[in-house]
């Protein structure tokens, strides 16, 4: 039975299927006994093992095994009882009793199932699945002679390949019921479903991502394997690897580029930049700008966005900028920041006193320079543009129609990574190759969607 309400008939027996959220809820159904199953622990060539299942058992890949454990094996033998759904059942609708045609199956369905995996008929050349495909899919299938799945297994991000040898049904005898399989380890690339030609990226990508314990992670674009960096909040990080994140009491940790901690400042605020030598912090406070009456200066009570620069070793503030916000160093040791709220991108020398405009026919909520400094990707009416430095040759990329935020340049700057909006108000971590505007969505190892919560740097 599969995701799309398909299910197969087999022996003769007779069912009717009236939605897809029922077959699941039968095709989950595991026959009580749990069999013994044999195992052939010699290695056969390409690493190919193989292993004979029988009903409610599994295969635990890594440790090559038969299992009957749910939680440890990829893929479970299992069947469908014999049972007949229909019947008199009341209608909220109609607020009536009425008979309900429902499933009615005569027989038991012998059925392979994995949470997450692929089918296919003819052996696929390694990578050419993506782990979205893998992951977006699941196969609950019975059992043929020659059927080949890409499994992937419930102890790890591995996979594996698996082909059905033989499978031996006697009609009506589930306890006689065997299934022999060979498997295999599998290379997957990482990412979206239906990506088989996507281009294979490099280097490694941080982020505050949404659904790990330790919420800075380190991605690794070519494999989709995500490590956990440090429990932390917002992040930043300059070329030479050195991070900065505020810790659960607030305070901003500052690391080398080995992860050990070099400083602790006592600061709070939001996008918080790390100049390229260390040395110095941008962040962005909210402080109200003084009125001046008759040469008199009268606190506000109106507050805005507000860069403050700060010396990482003594915490001394140096400079402040009123109503800029989402400040970024330049490789150079200069700083990058917006106006709040109105059109204006800005260059502060790296002495800290001689604020210029870039341009002022720009509102921008967020802009990152490349490795060099001679092009900018700039965040403007939620759409991603890249720019030169000086603020000529303004172009979209990434013309995808959806809102967009969180540009990150990759180290050879023919990338750029960005966070986009999707049409069920989640998010993803998508990169465009600014050479044909190429857009490739992001996965985990497993498949799974990325999302970050603060800016991201791709890294090495």
Known sequence: MRRDGRCWSYFGAAFILTTATGAFALAGTYHARQLTGAISAQKQPTNIRTIT?????????????VTTGKSEGGLVFQYIAPQDTSGMKFNGGTGQVEYKVGMKITEPIPILAAAHSARFDKKPKPGQFTTGDVYNWSEDDIPKTGAGYVVQSQRSDKHYLVRVLNATLPRN???RWAVKLTFEPYT??????????????????WLKDLHTDKLI?????????????ADGGTLTMNARGETGYFDSTGALVITDAGKKQTARMRISGDDPALSPDGKRVAIVEQRSKPVVVNGISYPSAITMDTVVIYDVASGNELASFHQKTAPFWMPDGRLLMVEYGKNGVYLLDAGLKDLKTITDELRASDVVPNKDGGKLAVVSGGRLWTMDSDGKNLRQVAATGKPQSLPAWSPDGKWIAFQEETDSLTTNVRAVRLSDGAVVTLRTSRGGAMHSLSRMFWHK
């Open 188 to 205: 997957v690339r990482a990412g979206a479903a239906g990506a088989k030609n996507a281009p294979r990226l490099a280097g490694t990508l």
């Open 173 to 175: 005898q589930p306890s």
């Open 217 to 229: 992670v380190d991605y690794d674009m070519a494999t989709g394997r995500m490590a956990n960096v």
């Open 53 to 65: 299942l029988k009903v409610g058992q599994g295969v635990d890949f890594e440790r090559g095994r």
